[in-house]
Every structure is written in C-alpha cells, then in structure tokens.
C-alpha cells in the first residue's frame, strides 16, 4: 500500500470543505442531522482503477451519511457529468459510484452506505464506524455489488 502525499491530504480536506459549503445548510434541516458529526475524508487508500487510473478510495463522514468515494490521485480537469456512473472493483466486490458535484470545482464519485447517522455519538465513534467499514469493502469475500 502506498502512503498518502500531503498534496492527497489537502486534496481530501478540500472535499469534506467542499461538501459543507454545498450541503450543510440542508442538512440542518434535515430531521436525521447529527450535530456531533462533521464533513470529514477519512480512510482513503491509493486504489489503481483500470479505466480512470490512480484513484484515492474511503469514507465521507457527513453529519447525514456515509459514502464510499472515489476522486482522481491527482487534479483531474472538468469533472465527469453529474450522475454518470462508474462501476468501483474492490476485493470485496463491484459497487456503482455515481458522480456528485460539490461546488464547481470539486466533485467525487459515491455509493451512500449508510444514510442515517442521528444516533453515532461522536466524531471518533464516526472514525472507528469508517475504518470498519473500509476494512469490510477492502477485504476479500465480502457481499459486493454495492453491499457492505
């Protein structure tokens, strides 16, 4: 496994800061809002995808939800069309990632794996939950086909 850069780091804040300019306002209002919980990038592994090359794969935190996510090692230039879908094999399986736009200049490509985080206590409870959960989809013999 190859090390994140400090440049993937910066990259990857820039997408938790990104979704919080976009999203947080909704999300307020939102009855499964999770004031404890923050946007936040964790987890992220260099993946070698054979179609889009060099990808970093983990976990979105939200104060909403959970995603899988997938954004180019490097800067990539326009982004792919809102919606559009890549399929993401991992050892555990294949899921559809769809392309979301944060912003107009970030954007990522997701699977929502979990869409209700009003009961997880804190933000390191949220950290342990993705570490679980990209142990699980990095594994082998796991369920796959989008399920974790």
């Known amino acids: ?3 994140l850069t400090p440049e993937h780091y910066a990259r990857l804040r820039r997408l938790a800061e990104a979704w919080t300019r976009v999203h947080l ?3 307020k209002a939102s009855p499964l809002f999770n004031p404890r919980l923050a946007a936040d990038a964790l987890c992220f592994q260099r993946h070698g995808d054979p179609v889009l090359g060099e990808q970093l ?3 979105l935190v939200t104060p909403v939800s959970l995603w899988l996510v997938m954004v180019p090692a490097a800067e990539a230039g326009e982004p ?5 879908r890549h399929w993401l094999t991992l ?3 294949v899921y559809p990632l769809e392309t979301v736009l944060l912003g107009e200049t970030r954007w990522c490509r ?3 794996l979990l869409d209700d985080l009003s009961d997880v206590a804190s933000r390191q409870a949220a950290s342990r939950l993705a570490q679980q959960l990209m142990e699980r989809v990095m594994a082998p013999g796991q369920k796959g086909e ?3």
């Open 91 to 93: 050892p555990s399986g």
């Open 110 to 112: 997701r699977l929502v």
């Open 80 to 84: 792919p069309e809102a919606g559009s």
């Open 57 to 59: 794969v983990g976990v």
């Open 1 to 3: 496994m190859h090390v």
């Open 146 to 148: 989008g399920g974790v």
């Open 25 to 27: 306002r909704e999300a």
